[in-house]
């Protein structure tokens, strides 16, 4: 994954050409990197994943439409934010297009403040997006670092519970306990529940998954 220097980079995808060429260079001259590509299918074969970044979309292009390209990212997990572009479209295709995802739809022709406005907003998630994964990704390798009854306990912690009923849910005794959260917490890098609360939002331990 590439680091963009500039304001973000921008996928655009639409098989009219000049739409194209002519969105292109109005981003460029705004700040932003840029790949244009004409097809859905030239977009998985030959994009590069730089951070933040979103993805311009047309929603009605031949052979593979918009909306196919979008579940084929969910399916990669690539969490693109998408800002759908169409002449026409059915209610329908606009409702799916949000239910996977999408953070805007521009009706062509549109201003081109109205796109700027729709590439920041969808930079400012992607890199919120960013940022949380890698918190999640440094949570899994501290949490791998934890012992089986460090990690057991760890998960008790999180729901909230406290050291006398950590203590009776485990059978230990409540200075084992003590002792016990604070390895927990120096070795998650942190100094207070507080802080591991927040380092641990949206973390699902692996034991947990059962």
């Known amino acids: 994954m590439y680091t963009m220097t500039s304001k973000g980079h921008v996928y655009l995808v639409d098989d009219d050409h000049d ?18 590509f004409s097809s ?7 994009a590069q994943r730089y951070t933040p970044a979103v993805l311009v979309l047309d929603m009605r292009m031949p052979e593979m439409t918009g909306l196919d ?5 969910l399916e990669q997990d690539w969490l693109l934010p998408i800002i759908y572009m169409s002449g026409e479209s059915y209610n329908q295709e ?11 739809f521009l009706w062509k022709p549109f201003a081109h403040t109205q796109l700027v406005q729709a590439i920041d907003k969808g930079l400012r998630l992607g890199s919120e997006r960013h940022s949380d994964q890698q918190r999640l990704l ?5 949490h791998q ?10 998960s008790l912690m999180l729901l909230g519970h406290s050291n006398k009923e950590i203590a009776l849910a485990t059978s230990v005794l409540a200075d ?21 609360l927040a380092l641990c939002k949206n973390f699902d331990p692996p034991s947990s998954k059962d």
């Open 40 to 46: 859905a299918a030239l977009f998985l074969q030959q």
């Open 94 to 104: 606009i409702i799916d297009a949000m239910k996977f995802g999408a953070i805007e």
């Open 138 to 142: 440094r949570v899994d390798s501290l």
């Open 69 to 73: 390209l979008q579940k084929v990212l």
């Open 19 to 36: 739409i194209r060429i002519h969105l292109g260079d109005v981003l460029k001259r705004h700040g932003y990197g840029v790949s244009d």
């Open 176 to 196: 084992t306990v003590k002792k016990r959260r604070a390895q927990i917490l120096a070795k998650m890098q942190v100094n207070s529940l507080a802080e591991l």
């Open 145 to 154: 670092s934890l012992s089986p009854r460090e990690k057991s306990m760890l």
